[in-house]
């Protein structure tokens, strides 16, 4: 069979350049209250399928108030178009305009490089590219499917699917948590009954009652859409959208990776399908995103894929994170892909991740429209110069719709650069304070890898704290330890400081104007000696206040979740020496597991320590003995040295605890109070490295048990401080073969898998 093309090719003709119209800032906050209002007024119980959940106002729509690539310029031309006649725009890898922060894509998950065989019948092609643009054309949802009709005064999403495109889907995972949180409307049909959590195989195969035909096609929608086989549109304009039309798309970005500049990046296999508003509060507004679902523009040389492991990484720990109180997107569905090989360090199959979040507008998205002074061109890359309108129109963007900054109104002329920067620092200073207090490392935090809404995004190499290491790297190809454990709040700092660096000419420029908010046209016809005297001052005005709130949030929240893991309420400017650093030192200092010791510690009263007779006694040895069984390698252990270190911090601790006992901070019943708030604190069940490549197997072994062991893996991440497993002394032979698994899942496991390191490949 002779391959004909791969994508990628510039022998195909370019498009003419099509500039898209910006919106004002007026407009823009002229809200259709009208919409709302339906929106607000659909009934709150009334689930739909997921073509049939409802979009927001014109308003509230990133495609309908950022600048498209004009080369897809709106949903009606994207759709007659460049489906039609030049579906390549979207699978080339290309430098956008410099004013673009978006291209309209379609989802379109396949092996690449494309292998286009000759027709058959065979026949004389005499213009190559228009053959390769009709075989990809042919490959694209465009083909209208059963349209329903939607409810009064809805806006009607319209069905696609491929008349050549038709890989097997199978739903492997589907979080209850997400659809209740973020998609309360959604009807996911039967889905949940094939999905039933079982960690032993037996408790998945009881018999199942049969589901109706209307639920089973519910389902099959779900699996359709998120799996990128249909695509969700309305390719004509809509007066109820504010005469615009609906498409997804991939957003364009920038970023450092590794401290080092690297253009342009983007979505390179994630694809924006859906915004939905929330129906508690129709000014919430989610959106929805399939990664995994083939090529954009930004894929530079890569597939558009994402494989079975790295999906079940990502679906598993953002919920588990939410569940953790830690900031970060959500995740939906899994759908696998099972004839779809690709191609990593082995070949292994593609899967299609679905994920959930109020935004996944990132720092590098700033840096793409104002990059650092005198940034380079790279080989299959490269960076566009700035464009300093574009970072007005995202910059205001953000600031009403994903900030929401109520101090600052940009339309009454309200500087607002600043606050942005401060506003964004505030929020990644909570999440990576959460982040160190629970152990989490995330292995990649490139600017363009940190949300601009605070948000824990992009789940790669991670790993959670086993054996407590504050150098610990979790990323194998972090070869000098960038972003180890303790390293991670420096980072967040770097990639603020970037943050800052993309916006001080505009903040500059606003100081100028006496601290009033730039308007169209404000960088035009401004000479370099005026541009960088404008960010030197954006710059000292915003540096030194960002770094200190960076500090200080960082430090008070990272004390409060420490305080809350050990249930301490009032605030001790002395803990952290007193009480939260020897704590850990004695975990490094003995290689005893992080999370095990909190737990343990959940249950300490001060009591056990003024115990004068033999029970006492006892009771305290076997108290440490729990602690120091924590350890995975108990031969290296001096248990002498470390059962008086022990004995020592406990009785801090206890004097610690009890300076609360007559405080009234904690009411009548002190001991059951703390425990209780103890034991919420700190997750019995933790998603260690063993663990998550157990799954991964099972998964990839039988997909149709290891589904129900992902189930009940998620269920068991959503839930993460109950007694899994009967947590307590009770013998292994008294608990049923579930629990048994229960209980091994929330153990250290294998010691050759601790500090285990994964890869970036994904």
């Known amino acids: 069979m002779e391959k004909l093309w791969e994508i990628g090719n510039e022998e195909l003709g370019m498009m003419s350049r099509m500039f898209g119209v910006l919106i004002s800032p007026t407009a823009y906050m002229r809200a259709s209250r009208n919409a709302l209002n339906k929106t607000a007024a659909m009934s709150r119980n009334a689930k739909v399928p997921f073509s049939k959940l409802p979009l927001p106002p014109s308003s509230h729509l990133l495609t309908h108030n950022l600048t498209p690539d004009p080369r897809t310029t709106d949903p009606a031309s994207f759709f007659s178009d460049v489906l039609s006649r030049t579906p390549s725009i979207q699978r080339r890898a290309r430098l956008l305009s410099p004013e673009a922060h978006f291209s309209y894509v379609n989802p379109m998950p396949l092996e690449f490089p494309y292998e286009i065989a000759p027709p058959d019948p065979p026949e004389v092609v005499t213009d190559r590219a228009e053959f390769i643009e009709q075989w990809l054309s042919d490959r694209e949802a465009k083909i209208p499917r059963d349209a329903s009709s939607a409810q009064s005064g809805d806006i009607l999403l319209h069905k696609y699917t491929s008349k050549s495109r038709n890989h097997r889907r199978e739903l492997i995972a589907l979080s209850e948590t997400c659809v209740n949180d ?3 409307l959604l009807d996911c049909g039967d889905a949940f009954d094939t999905l039933k959590p079982a960690l032993v195989s037996s408790n998945s195969s009881k018999e199942k009652t049969p589901s109706s035909s209307e639920a089973q096609h519910v389902r099959q929608e779900l699996i ?9 549109m309305i390719p004509e304009e809509s007066d109820k959208l504010g005469g615009k039309g609906f498409a997804p798309w991939s957003l364009r970005y920038s970023g450092h990776q590794f401290g080092v500049w690297a253009g342009q990046l983007g979505d390179g296999r994630a694809i924006s399908i859906l915004v939905t508003p929330h129906p508690s509060n129709p000014d919430t507004t989610y959106e929805v995103q399939l990664k995994g679902a083939g090529r954009t523009p930004f894929s530079r040389s890569a597939d558009g894929l994402a494989v079975l492991r790295s999906s079940i ?9 939410h569940a953790l109180g830690i900031p970060t997107t959500r995740s939906l569905a899994l759908v696998y892909l099972p004839e779809m090989p690709v191609i990593r360090e082995r070949l292994e199959k593609a899967c299609v991740t679905t994920r959930v979040a109020e935004t996944f507008i990132r720092i590098g998205n700033f840096e793409a429209l104002s990059p650092p002074s005198g940034a380079m061109f790279f080989f299959g890359g490269g960076q566009q110069h700035a464009d300093y309108e574009a970072l007005r129109i995202l910059g205001e963007w953000t600031v009403k719709r994903i900030l929401k900054l109520d101090n600052v109104n940009p339309d009454a002329g309200d500087a607002w650069g600043k606050e942005l920067v401060l506003e964004v620092a505030r929020r990644n200073a909570k999440m990576v304070a959460a982040w160190q ?18 948000l824990t995004i992009d789940y790669g190499p991670y790993a959670f704290m086993d054996v407590f290491d504050p150098h610990h790297i979790c990323n194998h190809s972090d070869q000098e330890g960038r972003y180890a454990y303790n390293q991670q709040p420096s980072m967040i700092l770097y990639a603020c400081r970037a943050l800052l660096d993309a916006l001080a000419p505009l903040i500059g420029a606003e100081i100028a104007l006496g601290n009033k908010a730039v308007r169209r046209g404000w960088a035009d016809n ?26 200080s949030i960082c430090a008070s929240e990272y004390g409060m979740a420490l305080r809350r893991r050990l249930a301490l309420r009032r605030v001790d400017p002395s803990d952290q020496r007193i009480i939260f650093q020897p704590l850990l030192d004695m975990m490094e200092n003995h290689r005893l597991d992080f999370h095990g010791t909190f737990r343990k510690l959940a249950f300490f009263r001060p009591n056990v320590l003024r115990g004068d007779d033999d029970s006492g006694a006892t009771a305290l040895e076997r108290f440490i003995a729990g602690l120091l069984g924590g350890t995975p390698e108990p031969e290296r252990l001096d248990a002498g040295k470390a059962t008086e270190e022990w004995l020592a911090w406990l009785d ?15 009411g009548e019943d002190f001991d059951e109070a703390r425990e209780r708030t103890a034991i919420s604190a700190n997750p019995r069940f933790v998603l260690r490295q063993w663990l998550l490549e157990e799954v991964i197997k099972k998964v990839d072994d039988d997909p149709a048990t290891g589904k129900h062991v992902l189930a009940k893996v998620m269920q068991m991440a959503c839930s993460p401080f109950k007694p899994w497993g009967r947590e307590g002394d009770m013998p292994d032979e008294e608990l049923s073969e579930e629990e048994r698994e229960e209980r091994r899942y929330c153990g250290l496991g294998d010691r050759r898998m601790l500090g285990f390191q994964c890869s970036c490949s994904s």
């Open 182 to 184: 973020c998609l309360p």
């Open 526 to 551: 401004v000479g370099d000696a005026t541009f960088s005297e404008w960010r030197a001052a954006g710059i000292k005005e915003v540096g030194s206040t960002m770094n200190q709130i960076i500090e």
């Open 652 to 666: 801090t601790y206890a004097a610690r605890i009890e300076s609360e006992r007559t405080s009234g901070e904690w």
């Open 437 to 454: 207090a629970y152990g989490f490392m995330h292995g990649v935090i490139n600017t363009d890898n940190v949300s601009i809404a605070g």
């Open 224 to 232: 359709d859409v998120l799996g990128g086989h249909t695509s969700l």
């Open 313 to 321: 990484r990502e679906y598993l720990c953002s919920e588990a994170m």
